[in-house]
Each structure stands twice: as C-alpha cells, then as structure tokens.
C-alpha cells in the first residue's frame, strides 16, 4: 500500500475536522495506520480550514500531509491555497458549485454541497464528501466508516449524516459519473 | 478511559493529568490550548474535582497554587500569551515550593502572534519568564502518546521535587489524532506527608535530596507561604547567608538530579554522519529524513530530547560525540541550539523556521545534503 495522504479542505464549519477523524478512524478498525491533523484559522466559522489523514499499512513516522496524493476541494479559497502550478495532485475531487476548475484538467466535479442541502443537512457535505471518496477509492471499508460515523455524531443527527455518506456512496460508484477507471488505483 | 484509543494532544494531556491524579484545573480558554479546559470541565466535576474557568490566567495559575497548596494535585494549560501572564506567580510557586503543572501549547509568534498556528519558540520563556535565578522541569512530547506520558511525568516529578513543572507542545501535536494506548494504571508518586512532633516543625528544612516536607494548609502542622526569601520555619528573612542557601537548595535540589530525568532518545546507527537533535513535531520530521535518507548514502542519527529544562547536557554531549556532524532542527531562531553549544558542541549548527510551517522531512534532508556534505565525503 501506499502512503496515503489525504487533504480535506475548505472553510471553517464544514465539518472537514470531523470527517478527518472519521475516515482515520475508519482506517484504524480496518487494521490500517492513520493520523489525523487539524489546521484553521482564529474564527469559529469561515476561513479557511483543513483536515489532513495520513494512512499506511506501516507505522506513521511523520503524521503530517507533505504533498496530498488525494485532495477534497470544497472551496475557491482552498483551491487556490493547494493546488499550485507544477504541484499536480494525483485526484482532486471538488465542489463544482463552488470551485472553478480549467477545463481539461482530470479531476472530479461534483455539486457537494447542494446535494447536502438537498438532503437537509447542508452541514453534512464533508460526510458526503467521504462517501465519494470511500467508494472512489476503496481506501477503507464502508461499514468501518459508518461504525466511526456512529460513534462520532449525537443519535440526533445520525440519520441526516448516514443519509449524506450513502448519497456518497452511491455517486462515487455510480458509472453515471465515469469514476470507475479510477477504483484500481490503490 | 483506558486501552487504545485515537486522541488529539490535548485530549491525551488531559486524560494523562486525570491518571496521574489531578483533581484540580483552573484556566483561561486560549488557542490552540482550549481543549484541556473543555474537557477538563467535562470531565473533572464527575470525578469529585473541580474545574474553574477563572477571569485570567494570572488568576489561574493562582489557583491551582491555592489547590496545590490545600493538597490537590492541580494544573492548567495555556499558550504563549497566557504563559508570560503566568511568569510572576511561576516564580511563587518555585520560590514556596509548591507542585503544580502548567502545559503550554506553544503557538505562533511573540505577543499575542499567531493564535491558531504551531511554534516552538517559548523555550527560553519558560526557563527564564520569572525573574530570579531558578531551576525549572520543562518535558517536551513529540507524539499524542507522549503527551499522555509525559503529562503524567510531569505531575510525579512536581510531587517529588516540590516544584511547577511545564509540558511544552505545540499547535501542531496539541491538535494532532493518533493511537494511544492509556493503561489501567500508571505509576504515579504522590507528596511526601509531615510525621513527627508539630512544635518545632520547620516546613522547609531540607528532607531526603534537598526536597523539603511541608503540610497542607489545614493541617495541624503550620505552613506559611511566602515569595520572599524565607528560613526553614517560612519566616521571610534578609539574612544573606538564608537567601544563599535558599536559592542554591532551590536549584540544587533539581539540577543534582537531572539524570533521573526523561532521557534524550537516540535513533540510528552507532556512529551516524550526521546527528540532528530535535523535540516536539520537529522531532518527527527528523526521524522521518533519517529513515528516507539511509537509501541515499548518508547516515543520520536523530537525537530526540524529552527533558527540555533543565537541558541535558551531559546526555547530549555524550551521544553527539559519535558523529562529526550536528544539526539542530526547531521552530525558532536556534533556541535550544545555544543550548547544544554550551554543552561543548560547538560545531552544532541550527535548521531553524520562523513562519509557522513545520520542518518537513525533505527539508531536512536537503539541509544535511547542503550543510553536511564534507561529512559525507
């Protein structure tokens, strides 16, 4: 396996923090390594804010993200912070609401945050997010990311969440969205 | 909480605190440092404690003074801002002989710098903010287990040499999630109790390694607490010989000790090219260039300190003594390199950043190819 190192960025309150530990969590019941880190500003909500997960069969000497080999974009502002000219990052999945992309380029638009709001929970697009990426790309076990997600949001907001990551789900292994070259790619 | 679990920094600080038996936490919510209180507050009224959110950390630190000295073990946890409030009354606490643990996570900058971003630049701070010669305990923890560890040190070694002791961490490892494992039980030294007649009884008179036996307040034994230079009874003195013995005892009963002290950690070969001494988040970079760089030709030892206060000179200067080459990587401007040199490594030359970003590993390893190639032959 390779060093994964995963970037979940965009803006304060989008519950990128969360999702980041979830998905390391996820790893950990898997019988993986994961670290999870937290970068963000001084305010609460807004700004500009990441999340990053380290995952390896090995042990994590440093538990920090050196350069994303997958990196979820959810804003403009954490676009422009992370994709730098000749700094290609293997797969990029962003907010096309929300980020715009030069056409050509191989990434992953999806309209993240509408399809969370569509769902009612506008504040589970980084849960969602996690859907598309756990069924992308196979990095850890979907029951292992629900049993995380349940132990990590209050019985009260469950349901919404677990609504967001199946949407997820289902987008990032629907053929719909042409994603399926990318499934062998771990 | 107890077995495996996947905690932020600050989380394992706290819980560390809990295990080592700390029933008291008074503090100022401060980033990146805030969590120690949050949980504090949630976790310390169930278990018969007390968590005070007080008006300042001036304040706080008072108070933890207060429950130490009512015989509590007692703690806060602020960052830089908060720690130069704090230094008047670290000085107290010194001077009284009072346990107690402050954990600083460090962040950015000087003032109020940056709040949300890491550092490691209160290192002399932290051995010189109070005024007055002193010796002071200052652990550094590289990793989430270390911090439990360590924070759990930091209480037994305030118990046993009667003294603040600070745990120093940084944005970066405070809010970092990894594996810790938090056992049933730890070993945990609890203060020595007065015995013997109440008339006559001198609360400072130097016991077993230069480490006085005072009572709680409240106990038949009285106790008097003063900053001011004091005889063994605690009555403020000017007596020049007093304030001599005093002080000297004060640092001797510390520094005499070092060795019983974390050690540095060293990781590599026998006799590497290149030593890179390094603590904190800064420590994981080196250990990571040191594993990537082997298949380049060149050998680097990594040689990570625990015990930053007092420095250990001895150990340093022992191990570093194998490689021709010493770098000392930090988030600062070479605060611990002055250190390095003073005890006798002169050659040492510092990795140093000033902007928030960590080291990373690759920075290293193209600072040892640059600095240190005449090492590599």
Redesign the interface.
């Given at each position: 396996m390779k060093r994964w190192q995963i970037l979940l960025c965009g803006s304060g309150g989008q519950g990128l923090g969360l999702a980041g530990k979830i998905l390391a969590t996820a790893a950990l019941y898997d019988g993986l390594y994961a670290v999870q880190s937290q970068s963000y500003g001084a305010r609460a909500r807004g700004g500009y804010s990441a999340s990053g997960v380290v995952i390896n069969n090995r042990n994590i000497y440093f538990p920090l993200i050196e350069q994303p080999n997958l990196l979820l974009v959810l804003t403009e502002e954490a676009y422009q912070k992370n994709v730098t000219p000749g700094h290609d990052v293997e797969h990029i999945i962003f907010d096309s609401d929300y980020v715009p992309l030069a056409p050509g380029q191989q990434k992953y638009g999806l309209p993240l945050a509408r399809w969370a709001g569509e769902l009612d929970n506008p504040k589970g697009v980084a849960i969602l997010s996690l859907g598309v990426i756990t069924a992308l790309f196979g990095l850890v076990t979907p029951e292992n990311v629900e049993r995380a997600i349940a132990e990590n949001i209050a019985p009260a907001l469950l349901e919404a969440n677990l609504r967001c990551y199946r949407k997820g789900m289902e987008v990032g292994g629907s053929e719909k969205y042409t994603f399926s070259p990318l499934k062998n790619l771990n | 909480m107890t077995g495996n679990q996947?905690l932020q920094g600050n989380e394992a600080c706290t819980y560390g605190g809990l295990a080592a038996g700390a029933l008291f936490f008074a503090g100022y919510p401060i980033?990146p440092a805030t969590e120690i209180a949050e949980l504090c507050s949630n976790l310390l009224p169930a278990k018969g404690g007390v968590f005070i959110q007080m008006e300042d950390e001036i304040a706080s630190i008072a108070a933890v003074i207060g429950a130490s000295l009512g015989g509590m073990k007692a703690f806060t946890a602020t960052s830089g801002p908060g720690l130069s409030l704090m230094q008047e009354n670290i000085g107290l606490a010194i001077m009284a002989e009072v346990p107690c643990v402050i954990i600083n996570v460090q962040r950015f900058g000087l003032s109020t710098g940056i709040?949300?971003?890491p550092g490691q630049s209160d290192i002399m701070a932290t051995r010189w903010g109070t005024h007055g010669d002193h010796s002071i305990i200052a652990l550094a923890p590289s990793s989430v287990q270390e911090c439990f560890d360590l924070t759990v040190e930091a209480f037994n070694l305030a118990e046993r040499f009667r003294t603040p002791v600070v745990v120093l961490t940084d944005a970066?490892i405070a809010?970092?999630?990894?594996?810790v494992y938090i056992p049933e039980q730890v070993k945990i030294i609890n203060r020595t109790r007065p015995s013997g007649p109440v008339e006559g009884y001198r609360p400072y008179a130097p016991g077993e390694n230069l480490v006085p036996v005072p009572p709680n307040f409240g106990d038949e034994y009285i106790l008097r607490v003063t900053g001011l230079v004091h005889d063994e009874y605690g009555y403020s003195s000017d007596n020049p010989d007093v304030g001599g013995q005093l002080v000297n005892r004060l640092i001797d009963k510390i520094e005499n000790y070092t060795r019983e002290l974390p050690q540095p950690e060293y990781t590599g070969p026998e006799n590497p090219d290149v030593i890179i001494i390094s603590y904190g988040?800064s420590a994981?970079?080196a250990?990571?260039a040191a594993?990537r760089i082997r298949c380049q030709g060149i050998s680097l030892g990594v040689l990570k300190l625990k015990t930053i206060w007092p420095f250990p000179e001895q150990a340093v200067a022992k191990i570093c003594a194998r490689a021709p080459r010493v770098v000392v990587a930090e988030m600062n401007k070479g605060q611990i390199l002055r250190e390095v040199k003073a005890a006798g490594i002169t050659r040492a030359i510092g990795l140093n950043r000033t902007d928030t970003r960590?080291i990373?590993?690759?920075e290293i390893i193209s600072y040892v190819k640059e600095r240190c190639a005449c090492a590599t032959g």
């Open positions: - | 996947f980033s709040a949300t971003q970066v809010h970092l999630r990894e594996s988040i994981r970079s250990l990571a594993r960590v990373m590993p690759g």
